[in-house]
């Protein structure tokens, strides 16, 4: 069964947005204004975490806390990137009955909201990427700087409290026909609680004590449900302010290296508005995609098949005519 129609994922491209200001050009200058902000914009909060371990180290967190902290957020960022991202919203792959239930679940319990909702509002954003219609772009209110600062809040966050909502059925009626993911969906309030419950349970009975449950709380379910939050909006945000661009698309997505482990391979986002529907984002070589190891691994186990893996032609066939010559230039080297 497909998970994403054609008439969705392979729509008309939308009105050009707004041309390109040569101050904005997102990862192509070395450096400016903009680059700079944005780079302090998404990492203060991970350094001030950072240093928030040592200084808590024995009396606020474990390694039990830690290692809950990183199992659950891999957990649920993996269920956001292969499950709602890859195979609900692009059908990258195909997948068995159970796997299909379980990518639900996972992705549920990254509490980042119900799965129909999550599908039909990020279908929209590549039906209008960077354009108008975009529920997240960051270049929404214009180029100058303030401009860019206020859209990169509303890309980040902002967007979420607005009150249009992107019609389900008209998005995501794959999604709504199937009783089984219909009802995950609606049951996003118990996922959520039983994601933010399993840590201190595990953290609880393992040092058999009240203080373990809750440092394990803190630590396995608040912190990390946060750190998961700005990793998956930093997509929305960063992704489309800044990195290169050596694929085409019809908008301002860029790869950002320094997200890539962090989000799961998300981060080479180029490729992906390049190439919406492919399995694996971070193509070229170096590029860490762990949502497409993972995804592998599911065809190998038989669980997935009908994997769309983009093969080379397909993706020099994507690259912009000076990068294509470059690679060119490099296969005769070697």
């Known amino acids: 069964m497909s998970t994403s129609p054609d008439v969705i994922e392979e729509a008309s491209p939308a009105p050009s947005a707004t041309p390109l200001a040569s101050a904005t050009l997102g990862g192509e200058q070395k450096r400016s204004i903009e680059q700079i902000t944005l780079l302090l914009f998404i990492t203060v909060p991970f350094l001030a975490l950072v240093a928030a371990v040592p200084l808590v180290w024995g009396w606020g967190v474990s390694w039990l806390d830690l290692g809950l902290l990183i199992f659950f957020y891999f957990l649920g960022c993996h269920g956001i990137t292969i499950g709602f991202h890859r195979y609900f919203t692009h059908g990258s792959f195909k997948a068995r009955r159970p796997l299909r239930i379980a990518l639900a679940i996972a992705g549920s319990m990254a509490v980042e909201g119900p ?45 979420m409290f607005d009150e249009e909502q992107t019609p389900q059925d008209k998005y995501a009626p794959d999604l709504i026909s199937d009783p089984a993911i219909r009802a995950v969906s609606r049951q996003f309030v118990l996922w959520t609680v039983t994601s ?16 373990g449950a809750f440092t394990a709380f803190f630590w396995g379910s608040l912190v990390r449900v946060a750190l998961l939050h700005h990793v998956t909006w930093s997509i929305n945000s960063i992704c489309h302010a800044v990195g290169k661009r050596p694929f085409k698309s019809r908008d ?41 190891r993972i995804i592998r691994w599911f065809e190998q186990l038989g669980w997935a098949h009908d994997v769309r893996w983009p093969s080379q032609s397909r993706i020099d066939s994507r690259r912009k005519a000076s990068d294509s010559r470059g690679a060119e230039r490099a296969a005769d080297a070697a």
């Open 196 to 211: 933010l419950l399993l840590p201190p349970l595990v953290g609880g009975l393992v040092t058999m004590s009240w203080w």
């Open 252 to 292: 301002r997505s860029g790869n950002v290296w320094w997200l890539a482990v962090l989000s799961c391979g998300e981060s080479w986002h180029n490729l992906h508005h390049a190439d919406p529907t492919s399995a694996r984002h971070g193509v070229m070589r170096g590029q860490i995609d762990s949502s497409a």
């Open 115 to 159: 799965l129909v909702r999550w599908v039909a509002d990020h279908r929209k954003h590549h039906r209008f990427s960077d354009a108008e219609g975009d529920p997240h772009s960051p270049w929404r209110f214009g180029e100058t700087v303030p401009a860019l600062m206020k859209g990169l809040w509303w890309a980040h966050i902002g967007w």
